[in-house]
């Protein structure tokens, strides 16, 4: 997801967590998370693409998602690069 083209730009890594969480009606809608998730939510903040001075929005999830619990030095080496 980009929002339109703007001088300014802020990149949003996703790695998963509570940003990706979103109902899934097969297990009663427990939230668990959901690949594209937080895309399509940023897609819906009119306050993001109705302001002018809001910097241009890049979104880039990582697949799979990583548990915060397993995430060590090798995956924060990873995610820099």
Known sequence: YNS???SKRVLVLCTGGTLTMAPNSLRGG????????????MIHMNEIHDNPSMPEVVIHEYKPFLDSSDVGPSDWALLAH
């Open 30 to 41: 427990a939230l668990e998370p959901v690949q594209g998730a937080i895309s399509d939510y």
């Open 4 to 6: 339109r083209k703007r």
